[in-house]
């Protein structure tokens, strides 16, 4: 039977407020956060946190904002569990002067952005907006991103712990908060000191559209393929030199096109996706993300890549070819299937905030996925929000009370279940 609805929370005020915090994470960065502006908005979590009264939230030397919910059960075996989201917001769109816009119960139109009317969202464009009228909105104002990527999490998170903390009789074991910076530049997890946490299970408040409950992420890495030509004074280079460029160029020009591309897959299909190519006459190195929800279809991917660099190199007598892989992040659904209750817990919360989930899977990562092989198994969980990382980003108010009705429930049920 599903429990009555919560009453309004602050996480509204909450989000309208956090957005207007510049956040943005920067790709090549020599400090850590790769921004310092992030420390703004975590500094001023830590220090909302403990007017709340939660008196050991802490920024620490990395910019992660720790902080517990101490249990209020006398059960003594109710396991921590923590709830992470991130500060930053993406380098892919400015993040600076976000003007958020709140189109309360929107009636169905298509939105035009008061700063720049060319940016729209177009309700046929867009189905996950056509379900939500009468809901609702908010926008940026059309020169920034929004930020509910994942400020959204952050409110909902924020806005979570202060209901818990105005109703004690909703019974919880510990509970631990995470803020982090740099998730955007996939580095989220890197400092982040997982015994420090001290959480069995955690969630990432880092989704998109209510319900979704992601189980599943790339398995990705990266390689580098180096060609190795030979060079001379090309005035005398007749039957000497060997130009790597002409050999990489080739080998870009194989690349499958109609699939195995990012451009021409979706669903569960993984790909090969050139990025970079650092080239001169003696060496030209290629760099290529590999993605595929399977580890072997990642191996599979790059010996193909492999042969293709071989091949294109045979018409070059005297060429190299030099292959690298790193590993960037792993499905992290291995971590979870052992443990089912993480997510079962998560949908049974859903279930009575009167939301139906559905099972996701990430074509990308999330600081959960690094988080679940760094020894905290993590899955994410909606925030109302969608359109990440562009102009028409927007978020519904009322999903994003669901998410907190979500987090409210999961505590619960953990701790019904002890
Ligand atoms: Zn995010």
Redesign the pocket.
């Known amino acids: 039977m599903p429990t009555p609805l919560l009453t309004r929370t602050s996480v509204l005020e909450r989000f309208l407020s956090y957005v207007q915090i510049d956040t943005q994470s920067a790709e090549r960065s020599d400090t850590y956060p790769s921004t310092l502006k992030q420390l703004v908005l975590l500094d001023q979590l830590a220090e909302e946190l403990r007017a709340m009264g939660v008196a050991d939230a802490t920024r620490d030397e990395h910019g992660y904002v720790f902080a517990t919910l101490p249990a209020n059960t006398p059960k003594p075996n109710v396991p921590v569990i923590g709830f992470i989201a991130?500060v930053d917001t993406s380098p892919d769109a400015s993040g600076a002067g976000v003007r958020p816009v709140v189109h309360r119960g929107w009636s169905g139109q298509d939105i035009v952005l008061p700063d720049d009317p060319s940016v729209v969202l177009r309700v046929k464009d867009i189905p996950a907006l056509a379900r939500q009228i009468g809901n609702d909105i908010v926008t940026a104002s059309g020169k920034t991103l929004l930020g509910a990527?994942?400020k959204a999490?952050v409110a909902e998170i924020m806005a979570a712990a202060e209901y818990l903390l105005k109703h004690p009789e909703i019974q919880h074991g510990p509970v631990r908060i995470g803020f982090t910076p740099d998730?955007?530049v996939g580095a989220g997890a890197k400092y982040f000191d997982v015994k420090r946490f001290g959480a069995r299970f955690a969630y990432t408040m880092?989704g998109e559209e209510r319900g979704g409950i992601d189980v599943e992420t790339f398995s990705a890495d990266s390689m580098t393929i180096t060609f190795k030509g030979f060079v001379i004074h090309p005035g005398y280079a007749k039957d000497k030199l060997v130009n790597s460029i002409k050999i990489a160029a080739e080998f870009i020009s194989r690349l499958p096109r109609d699939r195995m591309s990012p451009e021409t897959t979706d669903g569960r299909d993984g790909y090969v996706h050139p990025i970079d190519v650092d080239a001169d006459v003696d060496r030209t190195a290629v760099r290529l993300l590999i993605r595929d929800f399977a580890t072997a279809g990642l191996q599979e991917k790059e010996a193909y890549l492999e042969r293709l660099a071989r091949q294109a190199a045979e018409g070059w007598p005297g060429a190299g070819v030099e292959v690298q892989v790193v590993e960037s992040y792993r499905n992290f659904k291995e971590v979870l299937d052992p443990h089912p209750e993480i997510v079962e817990n998560a949908r049974e919360a859903m279930r009575r905030a009167g939301v139906t989930p559905y099972d996701g899977a990430i074509r990308g990562g999330?600081d959960g996925s690094r988080l679940s092989f760094m020894g905290l198994p993590t899955p994410n969980l909606f925030t109302g929000g969608h359109n990440?990382h562009s102009r028409i980003e927007w978020v519904s108010v009322q999903d994003m009370e669901k998410a907190v009705e979500t987090i409210v429930h999961l505590c619960r049920i953990w701790e019904e279940k002890a």
Do not use: F, S, V
Request: net charge negative.
């Open positions: 991130h990527d994942d999490g998730e955007e880092d999330t990440y």
